[in-house]
């Protein structure tokens, strides 16, 4: 089974790709920036306030495919600066509490928009 995921409660997409996509017992999230889902705005300049939004950005996209966050099995931030990298952990670490995914962070010279972090992620379901 194949589907293309898309829904209100996160931002639409900037370019020509779908917010999720599952694939068998696979949900692809693609990278969620800090914008409102009603606005389509950057939520705040603050890096803490941009890491929880794009965390619910993706939390919306998980749970319209049918997904819960501890199915959330792998997730790579992509951050403008790595001094920022503690701030982000914790609201990360919030966020999953004793969930674990496995997760790469990776400093690049610019990320859309000009925000300051971006997040995708990976879910699996048994079947």
Do not use: W
Request: negative net charge.
């Amino acid at each position: 089974m194949k589907k293309i995921i898309n829904t209100n409660d996160a931002p639409s997409a900037v370019g020509p790709y779908s917010q999720g996509y599952v694939a068998g017992n696979f949900l692809f999230v693609s990278g969620q920036i800090p914008f409102d889902p009603k606005t389509n705005a950057l939520v705040s300049s603050d890096v803490a306030i941009q890491t929880k939004q794009s965390l619910d950005n993706i939390l919306a996209i998980v749970k319209e495919a049918g997904f819960e966050k501890e199915d959330i099995v792998k997730c790579q931030i992509f951050l403008s600066d790595m001094n920022n990298f503690a701030i982000i952990n914790e609201v990360y670490a919030s966020f999953f509490g004793s969930h674990k995914p496995a997760r790469a962070a990776v400093e690049v010279s610019r990320l859309p928009k000009d925000v300051d972090v971006e997040i995708d992620a990976i879910c699996y379901k048994a079947g």
